[in-house]
């Protein structure tokens, strides 16, 4: 290094000055500049944290309707499914007790003549000529040529059971 001439001190003093104010003035400058840069980071990291939290909120909202709406849809499938296992088991019930009914027909004082009623009606369907003959179930069978009646008991019931079908339906639909 070189060494300054005396009283050179002094006059560089202003110079010293002007630098050490120039480096204060670029040192506040630059700590404006960051403080800006940073308010304005943080500006925007709290709106893109804010958007974030608005999509997930959203995304939860439409997640939990989703499952909501899923799980509704589940319960309304089992519902339904009880219903239809309750109105088959009522249903099978009926049948099973429609064709009791029927076969408790054979003791009934009135069934020869239901049977001869029997008769009469598959002679006026087959002709005079049909052979009519007692079912062991009950009622008769009947045939003439290729032509087949069952007026069994139990075919009877069953004939019965599809003509008020409608009716049993209107009680499913009664609810």
Known sequence: MSRLPSGSE????????ALRRRADTEASRLAQDARSESESILS??????????KTAERQGAEAAHTE??????RIRR??????????ESLR???IRHVQQQAQELRSDPRYPRMLRI???????????MASVTES???G??????????????????????????????????AE
């Open 118 to 128: 029997l008769t009469e009606r598959a002679d006026s369907i087959l002709g005079p």
């Open 44 to 53: 925007t990291a709290r709106a893109e944290a804010e958007e974030i939290r």
């Open 136 to 138: 062991y179930k009950g």
């Open 68 to 73: 909501a709406a899923g799980r509704s849809a």
């Open 78 to 87: 089992q519902a339904r499914r009880t219903v239809l296992a309750q109105q």
């Open 140 to 173: 008769v069978t009947a045939a003439a040529g290729s032509r087949h009646l069952d007026f069994s008991l139990p075919a009877l019931a069953e004939q019965a059971l599809e003509n008020h079908a409608g009716e049993v339906h209107r009680l499913w639909d």
């Open 10 to 17: 002094a006059s560089l003093e202003p110079v010293r000055y």
């Open 92 to 94: 099978t019930e009926l």
